[in-house]
């Protein structure tokens, strides 16, 4: 049986991890790039953490934990645009509330 390829896997603990949520929150300016808010920030990992273990700012986004949380039960869609100036696209199925 193959292995799962385990290069290129990053995944981050304690103080590191602390540091990429602050660098990420710092390159979003501290908002929820889907509705703006500021407060209750949580780290998006595009990829996710369980899968493929990439904590780079460039695999996350500053959600706010309700557009997390929306994003998990799919009632919300987040993908990059452009992963350089970290410009996103997102979309909700029809018949989700904002
Ligand atoms: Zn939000």
Redesign the pocket.
């Known amino acids: 049986m193959l292995a799962f390829p385990k290069q290129g896997r990053i995944k981050l603990k304690g103080q590191a991890y602390t540091n990429l949520k602050q660098r990420v929150f710092a390159l979003d300016r501290a908002r ?1 790039r ?2 703006g ?1 500021t407060e209750n920030l949580s780290l998006h990992h595009m990829v996710k953490r369980s899968t493929l273990r990439i904590d780079t700012v460039h695999n996350c986004l500053t ?2 934990i ?2 997390n949380q929306a994003e998990k039960e799919r009632k919300l869609f987040v993908k990059w645009v452009d992963v350089q100036t970290r410009t996103i696209a997102f979309s909700r199925p029809l018949g989700t509330v904002p």
Do not use: A, I, N, Q
């Open positions: 929820c889907v509705c808010r959600l706010c309700l557009c």
